[in-house]
Structures are given as C-alpha cells and as structure tokens.
C-alpha cells in the first residue's frame, strides 16, 4: 500500500468519523445517560460493526482490483460524488445532531454494559454512511496485486480507530457540546465548515491514481 494513500485514507476517515452522525449521536447519549467510561463500551462495539461491514465489502474486492483502469476511474468518480453530495448535505442542513441527546439519553440508561455494546455494533451495521464509505471508497485506497487481507486490516482499523478516537473526543465533551450548538448560528457555521471539508476532500480524490504495487 502506498504512504500516501493511506495518508488521504485518513483524512477521509477523520472527517467522516467525527461528522456528527448516528454513532457519534449515540455516543453522545450514552455518555450523558450512563458516564464517559460506559459510553465507550458503545463506542468499541461500533468499532467491531465496523470490521463486519468492511469484510462484507472486501468480498467482492478481488474483481474490483482485477478491473481495467477505466472501471477505476468510473469508480473514483463515483467516490468523489459520494463525499460531494454528503458537504452538499451537511451545507445545507439547519439541524444539530446535539440537539436530540436529552430525548436519546433517557432510553440508555438502565442498559447493561452488553447492551451498550450491542447498540454500537447495531449502529455501524445500519448506518449507509459506513456501508457506503467501505463500498465506494474503499477500493480505491488498495493497492492492485498486493496481500488484499493486509490491506484490509490495516485501513479497517485505520478507520475503527478514528471512530474510537472520534467518540472519545465526544464523550468526553458531550455535556459542554450539547450546550455550545444551542444556537441556530453555531450550528449552521458547523455545518458549513463540516460540508466544505467534505467537498475538498471529494475533489481530492479525484487526484488518486491506479498505482501497482
């Protein structure tokens, strides 16, 4: 796998672990119901819903690598308009993942520790964000004729461990966030920002190329 790839790979997984979403949301829930360190039980088990999905995208990763450069380049294309279409999304919308935390926090909190877990696993499973990123931008970050498991190793705990690191950040300031994105005008200065990240990082990858190992 080329340095630089996975250097890209990173700042994709950064961006789009710590763009609030349905994991984070939950994270954010679990740590204002039941404490910090509970709450990263959750965390860990999306982490490991993570690794399921991305073996169910892996799956068919072999035809992709065997496919021509054009097949490559039509599936780049595709990833770049995927990460466009979500900073077109997050620009334009008005709401705050924040502001349903207190509704959210008062059904985790008789949850055991297994539960906790459950939920985070159950979350990476039905997020399209995630299915999404693995099936459409996975491929372009693996290198052709290369060990296909290494590589899925290393960018699936790449990205699992963004997610972790991400949660963390925002379990651990979950209470103070809640009241900072209070206002109409903090959110919607989060969401551009968050957007605009979105839409450099899709033209960007329309930089990456087809590189053999």
Request: aromatic share 12%.
């Amino acid at each position: 796998m080329h340095f630089s790839n996975w250097l890209v790979f990173c700042g994709v997984a950064l961006l789009i672990t710590f763009t609030p979403g349905p994991g984070v949301l939950l994270a954010i829930s679990n740590s204002v119901a039941v404490g910090p360190r509970r709450a990263m039980l959750g965390s860990l088990g999306n982490a490991v819903g993570l690794f399921m999905v991305s073996a169910i995208a892996m799956a068919g990763m072999g035809v992709i690598l065997a496919t021509s450069a054009t097949a490559f380049t039509v599936l780049k294309l595709g990833g770049a308009a995927y990460l466009i279409y979500l900073g077109i999304k997050q620009w334009r919308s008005k709401a705050s993942a924040f502001s349903d935390t207190s509704a959210s926090a008062s059904s985790v909190g008789s949850n055991t520790d297994w539960r906790l877990f459950g939920h985070g696993v159950t979350v990476a499973l039905t997020n399209p964000k995630g299915i999404l990123f693995f099936s459409a931008l996975f491929p372009q970050f693996l290198t052709q004729d290369a060990p296909v498991l290494a590589q899925f190793f290393v960018l699936t705990s790449t990205f699992a461990a963004c997610a972790v690191f991400s949660h963390a950040f925002y379990v651990l300031l979950g209470r103070v966030l809640k009241n900072q994105f209070g206002s109409a005008q903090r959110v919607r200065l989060f969401n551009r920002v968050s957007g605009g990240l979105f839409v450099v990082l899709g033209l960007s990858l329309l930089r990456l190329r087809h590189k053999a190992a």
